[in-house]
């Protein structure tokens, strides 16, 4: 019987060594929270900590998920479970341009559909995912609140309204 | 007190109650699957998310959960009705339509919470079919298998793993159809701070979370000629094996254990008790030593991998507590490789040691390379109480039929203390029995520890020994664990000894332990075979075992030598919290 | 720092008194007018106005939006003096001149728009003025990021009025009378909640506004919040002291930026105002505001799951009871109020409650706002009385169907609502009606569907959508839908029998009868609704394999007919260039490449594309 139950290192690129002003940045927002000695309370502090993280270094992998669930004294799965549940974050790398379709119900009926089967069609790549050259991810949101300009579609965060199939290799080509 | 009704029956019962526990109370068992409590530790899941238990209500417009639905002064509640069965089985063929249904190979097998509500609720053809989910199975580490295509969401490891045991390494992962109990990243349990306490396994109520099965490689070792196969079986084992095979909670095994294990064609029987004996040797005499000098107090016990290895990854900073004493099954491995060895003229290669035990984090115990010597594990092969049993019935062995046997010498004696190691509280009170007699130089009479028996998370007193006050804790369940180390890292107790063991309980409900699928009753029943066990000895010292002394004499020299220290003794390493 | 309530009356005097600038020029200026380019329009006018030396009798006032969003850009332009007012939609930077020439009259040449609204606390209905605004009341007529414009009209008198003259119980009893329902959906009396939580003894309450608007295709929070945020700041404090909460939170919903923006001043505003914070007014009431923001989960609008989201972990909902008013954030009595609710709050306090049941109906008084979308000419915000009929909602204020189609449907409440069929628009609106018909109010959402929309592909959407957003907990929801969902996808790929129907709706009807909570409760609204209203649809796709509005690709094909002069554009235009022909020869689509994307069939002028 051999032993495989020695914890492994993480294999990915470790953003918290790597940048050490942007986990000052991070470390500095963490520690102008109210943290406490009370737990649950911390806990309350989690998603605010992981938004601020993501607008820091783009997206969530394990090093800055550990780097918070170590400054907020929890555990990484509690973490991570919140991170896997909200569809804000990610914990996979992002394209410079994120486009996101809107598929809310006023932009599914003006024909949100069909644009966001030309996204795919046009660069190849499902909702949710980022090209090779990270150039590009597609995803999809849930309305933003410009219903009557549907369908929307938001290139990082410009808004483009009325979007048509016909439209997207325009928008793609102005991503310069 | 609430009054009400349940199909036309009266029922009264507490403010609080839920539905289901008063139909119980009428004999009216609703079905249930995600639903779990353990009254005498006061655990339980109440996630409300299998669904399996709706009932209908009077004056409510949507059937409810009677599983965490509370009972209302003059609520009518009718448990059978056609909206009631027809949703539940739908439930059930929901269910069904996102599991492999691979009963016929599931480890699972027979002991299925929701293969037997299929048999219950009798369906006959399932009119849902889908989409499933599928997973990777973990099979990384050596202790526990994880399926998750099998996983209904019941939550139930979770709640052992995070409230129960805060080791805190599941959690909800994704939303919607995707979303699974899983590990950070859906990594193996390996690569997580696991300690591999197995709760999650008893706790979870299908074959998703199962233990890694050995069986076959003892079949092999068995079937080796060339192999000189021993087995020991651990104090907690006698008193739950025989469940298995038709004995009443509670009834002690031991010889019918050992007849059957003969039977096996194990080349030896011996008995984990008898190196119970031997760390409560080791583990007083540094006790007494630090008690003396008056440092590095308290004393942790030690026997408990899962323990240990949640001590190295969540306290790493009071990693010099716990005795540097192995855990019985390991010095057990190591004497079984040495000293016995030499007395067959063996060579330890040619040994193989076979331990079963009550116990998952023992499989894990067994492959640290501590306790390895020039390559050669001390103990080679772990199955669990469960496994034995499973290789009984293969075997065609029904143990409640054999006339009973006893251990092999010479390392199958033991004594009352020993015994006790399976209940929280036991290794302490041996540890106890034995420092009161050396620290008074006499043979004392009265040695039972009564105040340090039970089954409550936290116990902790001040005993007399040999006229000294000795505060004493004990904790089970490693969340119980948790309050006391932090009650002592911030100081506000001071103890000189403390008994941690990773299982709420104790060994006797440890992860490897038959199943008892909620009914604490059977707990109790084990805690009070094995107190009923020491009493009927005559031995109930470690220090009095005459085999235990001839291998100090033979071997040894005495406890804390330092040839002890070479075989008997361990070290700890600090892990990552995560 | 207002210290007494003396002193903010006297502020509002003061910005009450006529000014040396009688007219009000205001730009919309909420996310839906920023995108639809709001910002170079208020530039243009800032510049024309500079220019023309008219900054001292002109104020341009960047407001929140007055909910014309089918006419953004939009302004009101108003003479204080005269009180009369003037509203332009579909202002471009370019119209700035002839606008600023003609502050009195109407500017030539630009598009000017009724006002279909009236303010019951200042005026009696028009005739055409179909709304009543109460809780829009502010919202395009105030700078959203100054207090003194909340002030001005009447802003925190309602807060000073509870906390001088009225106990906790009379809040609450003039709550109760007023009958208010909450506006989140559920249509539970405000009033009763707050009793609810007035009643527990408890050392620490809180108080939590739901700004999670998760149902896509409604936008009256985040109107409100962008327009008037004080209101619900102000009903908040009441709020607390009403149920004896010192703490509030605001959980909005992150893909809200620009709210969330105007909260933050207007929090610090309130706060250095002495209107939040220690010592309301000079009071001894202390009440403390902070945003707390989700992260993109539709369930979270669900009160239990918002409370654990607040908490910091999934926002998995629980079994209720026990209810958030007696255990909630963190295990204290919490009540979770929606937006819409609390902009209710302060009018009713000032104005009373027999005032307030004037409006709309006996078992649902007051207004309600809807976000109107989908097929519907006048895309915006509207604020009727309870009980307006849905047809004056759709085909009045809304002005009928976009491009003239034929009116098929409304989707009320969102992905928990139905889908209601022509033959019951003159159901007057109210929580009860709605009900009755299989839907929901929800949130207020409103989504038009034309001739064009196939019913079994939108309850496939919504189903999708919950699907989706279910968090994954409990059996009928997890699996029940993913099963509904998948019936509806045989369905629409012509894979679906008879006995599929039966299923579907069988499967629907336990989901209901067994989910958790309310995301599951309702999850399969949209299935049943159509189900029932439009029964022949869902025959036309199992029986004969067709779908009527020609939108499910699997059961419809693109076939040139000889019509066809050959002028290639469908050719240049498909995507996937499956159009093969000579100039001026009749065209052929390839069937196996084409992906129905239905491009060709739009392009070309000549009826010579056939949708089959
Ligand atoms: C799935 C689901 C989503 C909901 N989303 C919202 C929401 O976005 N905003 C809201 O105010 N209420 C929402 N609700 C209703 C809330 O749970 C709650 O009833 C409401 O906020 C109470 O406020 P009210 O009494 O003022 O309406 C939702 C309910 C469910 C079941
Ligand atoms: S988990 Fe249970 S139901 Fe599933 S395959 Fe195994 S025994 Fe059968
Ligand atoms: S229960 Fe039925 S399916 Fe299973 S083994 Fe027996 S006969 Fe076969
Ligand atoms: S074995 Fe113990 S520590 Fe590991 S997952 Fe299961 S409950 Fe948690
Ligand atoms: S693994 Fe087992 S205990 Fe855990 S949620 Fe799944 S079925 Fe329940
Ligand atoms: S308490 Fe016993 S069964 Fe449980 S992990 Fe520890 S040694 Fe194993
Ligand atoms: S009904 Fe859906 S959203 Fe609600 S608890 Fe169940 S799975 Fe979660
Ligand atoms: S439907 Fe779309 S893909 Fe098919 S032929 Fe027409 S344009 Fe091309
Ligand atoms: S656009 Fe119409 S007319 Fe022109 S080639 Fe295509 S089918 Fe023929
Ligand atoms: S549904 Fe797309 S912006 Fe609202
Ligand atoms: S047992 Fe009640 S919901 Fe699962
Ligand atoms: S104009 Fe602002 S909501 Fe439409």
Redesign the pocket.
Known sequence: MSCHCDEQKPQELNLIEEFPDKRKKLEEYIQSLDIGNNREKNRGLLIQSLHKAQDIFGYLPLCVQLFVADKLKLHLSEVYGVISFYSYFTDKPVGKYKIHVCTGTACFVKGAGAVLDEFKRYLNLEVGETSADRKFSLNSLRCVGACSLAPVVMVNDKVYGKVTAKMVPDIINECA | MINLSINNLPVRVKKGSTILQAADKIGIRIPTLCHLELDCFTIENRMGSCRICVVEVEGRNNLAPACCTPVNEGMVVKTSTLRAINARRTMLDLILSDHPKDCLTCEKNGNCELQRLASEMDLHHLLYEGRQSKYDIDLACN??VRDLDKCIMCRR?EN???N??T?G??SGVGRGFEAVVG?PGLRP?SE??????????A?CPVGA?TEQNYKYNVWRALNNEKKHVVVQTAPAVRVAIGEEFGMAPGEIATGKLVAGLKLLGFDKVFDTDFAADLTIMEETTEFIDRLKKNENLPILTSCCP?WVK?LEHQFPELIYMPSSAKSPQQMFGAVAKSYYAEKMGLKPEDIVVVSVMPC??KKYEASRSEFTRDGVPDVDIVISTRELADMFKEAGIHINKLEEQQFDSPLGESTGAGVIFGASGGVLEAALRTAADWLSGEDLKEFDFEEVRGLSGIRDTTVKVAGTDVKVAIASG?GNARKLLDRIKSGKAQYHAIEIM?CPGGCLNG?GQPYIHGDTKILEKRKEAIYKADSGLSLRKSHQNPDVIKLYDEYLDKPGSKKAHELLHTHYTPRKNW | MFDNIDKLSQRARELRAPTKQPIKVMVSMGTCGIAAGATPVLAALQKEIAERNLESSVKLVETGCMGLCYCEPSIEIENTQTGKSIIYGNVKPGDAPVIVKNLDGAAVGVDTVNRTWYYPELEEPGEQQLQARIVLRNSGRVNPERLDDYVANNGYQALGKVLTEMSARAVIDEILASGLRGRGGGGFPTGKKWEFAANQESDVKYLICNADEGDPGAFMDRAVLEGDPHSVLEAMAIAGYAIGAHEGYIYIRAEYPLAIKRLRIAIEQAENAGLLGKNILGSDFDFHIELKYGAGAFVCGEETALIHSIEGKRGEPTFKPPYPAISGLWGKPTIVNNVETFANITAIIRLGAAWFRRIGTEKSPGTKVFALAGKIKRVGLIEVPMGTALRDIIFNLGGGIYNDKEFKAVQTGGPSGGALPASQLDTPIDYDSLKALGSMMGSGGMIVMDEDDCMVNIAKFFLEFTLDESCGKCTPCRIGNTRLFEMLEQICEGNGTEETLTKLKTLALTIKDTALCGLGQTSPNPVLSTLSNFADEYQSHVKDKRCLAGVCTKLISYVINDQCVGCTLCARNCPVQCIAGERKEQHVIDQDKCIKCGVCYNTCKFHAIDRI
């Open positions: 202790a526990i490891c052992a793993c995070n129960v045991q080791v390494i599941l590990t349990l997580t701070k696991c300690v591999f306490c197995g709760q999650c396994v706790a979370l899962g949640f998952l984090a490693l990773a992860g």
